[in-house]
């Protein structure tokens, strides 16, 4: 349950060519506003996933018979970098209740780096359609742990996992993870890093959105 959302062309490929680009990166506005377009589309195409239900509509001249989603869903995400594409998805899923996730990479004399999460909240999921935005999937250890302690709060019905850009690699070891989680992913890369970065990739997606930070 992998879709490529820039494996066939439409304007995706084009958010993302403006995403890699070290030129168009410079105006940090515009940066944001592509992710949050690929959340956008991505919204979209999740909703067609959904469980519906029937209800009435009364319109100025008669009642109707409608579809409309059965279970509103969470949208969850991964501080900081993850606030711009999360924000496209709730664009369009604007009566879902949301989460939040604190975690870094936290990097040691020889750049080897473990996981450090700090902090989560987020309603109950029990019963309700699950959907977690990470913009870059590398390895996949922050959203492995993210994940682990978000499913602490409830089963969800589904689980959909939002990504601009992922590595081979990190789809694979979420795929393993969680096989029935679906994955909406704007590109998909073919190497990692000695460090752990995705190749070609795009650089640091919070540093791009907010600006460079201290702490590494």
């Known amino acids: 349950m992998l879709y490529i959302l820039s494996e066939n062309f439409s304007l995706v490929n084009s958010w993302i060519n403006d995403l ?13 506003r592509n992710m949050e377009r690929i959340g956008e589309v991505a919204a979209l195409e999740i909703s067609k996933r959904l469980e ?12 109707i018979k409608a579809k409309e989603i059965a ?6 995400t991964i501080l900081r970098a993850g606030v711009p594409l999360f924000q496209g998805v709730l664009n369009y899923f604007d009566k ?13 004399s020889n750049d080897y780096f473990s996981i450090k999460q700090d902090y989560l909240t987020c309603p109950d999921l029990t019963g309700r359609p699950l959907i977690v935005v990470d913009p ?19 089963k969800p019905s589904q689980m959909h996992i939002v990504s601009a850009v992922a590595s081979e690699q990190g789809i694979e070891v ?17 190497a990692l890093t000695d460090k752990g970065y995705i190749k ?3 650089g640091d997606a919070g540093d791009l959105s907010y600006g460079e930070k201290l702490q590494r």
Not at 20 to 32: G, L, P, T, Y
Not at 138 to 143: E, K, P, V
């Open 20 to 32: 890699r680009d070290v030129e168009v990166q410079r105006d940090r506005m515009r940066f944001r």
């Open 52 to 63: 519906q239900k029937e209800i009435e509509i009364i319109t100025p001249l008669e009642s």
């Open 71 to 76: 279970v509103q869903p969470v949208l969850t």
């Open 96 to 108: 879902a209740d949301c989460g939040f996730v604190a975690a870094y990479r936290k990097h040691d």
């Open 136 to 154: 870059m999937l590398a390895t996949g250890a922050s959203l492995i742990e993210a994940v682990k302690d978000l499913l602490t709060h409830g």
């Open 174 to 190: 979420i795929r393993n993870a969680y096989p029935d989680a679906y994955l909406w992913i704007g590109a998909v890369d073919g």
């Open 200 to 202: 070609p990739g795009l």
